[in-house]
């Protein structure tokens, strides 16, 4: 099975709604997170094997806020071992990206889930953050320290 057939199984498994561009390995649905509403987008890119899975924040950061903002990203990448989150200094979106090479790997349902949660509970745990240091009076410290809250809750749920 291809791995443009595995994404769309599993997106299909998950019961999530998508959208395929027009002659492109892209697919667009969005998702209602524990924290928020957000857009995610897969793109594969088959003949050179390249996957990348962005969950793609739902709103641009306010002109104001884009410094501070860079400085909370970069405090959140720096905890990342898997993925990225990256901002567009022009219109402020926001996304967070993970993309593998697999041409010596044997892609499976579990591969393309590993890759896809995973962004997505990344995303999830980080948009109170985001959204705090967007709209209310939150430092990029405070929304880090936030994110590692939620984190931290996560982990003692699952002891």
């Given amino acids: 099975m291809t791995i443009v057939e595995l994404v769309k199984d599993y997106f299909k498994t998950e019961g999530w709604l998508f959208s395929q561009v027009e002659d492109k390995n892209v697919f667009l649905f969005g998702i209602n997170g524990e924290n928020g509403k957000f857009q995610c987008l897969a793109d594969i890119f088959d003949e050179e094997k390249f996957f990348s899975f962005y969950s793609i924040c739902g709103f641009n950061t306010p002109e104001s806020k884009k410094q501070e903002m860079a400085e909370l990203i970069t405090r ?51 948009l109170p953050a985001l959204t705090g240091l967007a709209f209310q009076n939150m430092t990029p410290i405070d929304a880090f320290k936030l994110v590692e809250e939620i984190e931290t809750k996560k982990e003692n749920k699952t002891l």
Avoid: H, W
Wanted: charge should be negative; hydrophobic fraction near 35%.
């Fill in 76 to 126: 959140l990448n720096y905890e990342e071992a898997f993925g990225n989150f990256e901002m567009d200094f022009e219109d402020g979106e926001i996304r967070y990206k993970t993309s593998i090479f697999y041409e010596s790997l044997e892609p499976t349902t579990q591969f393309v889930k590993n890759i896809i949660i995973q962004n997505i509970m990344s995303m999830d745990d980080s």
